[in-house]
């Protein structure tokens, strides 16, 4: 959440967490927070819950129920994965097609230490990416005929 924004409502924070897009995956969809990072964040800014209910704080079955609102209004939302794994690979496979704007030489992808450093950071809970994982995942995307750079061996 941005630190430059109030909210009078939870209700209100939680349409704009909602909305925010965590990043884009390879086919050019835009991938959203996760239900329980978006609640970590609601809790951080409304520890006491609303204003007009103290002590209420906003649940998983609240949440849905504002996504299933903002769903059916004329907004595009972001996609919501379920499993931090599959949102990790994906994040992790939106990278590999990604040309790293600090590589020695112009054009090579992030190299895979940097692709495990940036999915960590992102999602903390998962295990770091093997070296063989991230050729698994690059085969993939070569299988599906989509663009990736050449990676510079760690």
Do not use: C
Not at 67 to 81: C, F, K, T, W
């Amino acid at each position: 959440m941005s630190k430059r924004k109030t909210y009078k409502t939870i209700k209100q924070a939680a349409e704009d967490l909602l909305m925010e897009v965590s990043y884009v995956d390879v086919y050019g969809r835009n991938v959203g927070l996760t239900y329980k990072a978006i609640l970590k964040k609601l809790h951080a800014v409304f520890p006491e819950g609303s204003k007009n209910w103290p002590g209420y704080r906003t649940s998983l079955r609240s949440l849905q129920m504002v996504a299933y609102a903002l769903n059916g209004s004329d907004q595009m939302m972001p996609v919501r994965r379920r499993s931090v794994k599959v949102l990790a690979r994906d994040y992790a496979r939106a990278l590999l097609t990604q040309v790293d704007p600090n590589a020695v030489i112009e054009g090579d992808g992030y190299s895979g230490k940097t692709i495990s450093r940036k999915v960590k950071q992102k999602f903390p809970e998962y295990p770091s990416l093997s070296t063989e994982q991230l050729t698994g995942l690059s085969l993939h995307l070569w299988k599906q005929k989509l663009q990736v750079p050449p990676r510079p061996l760690d």
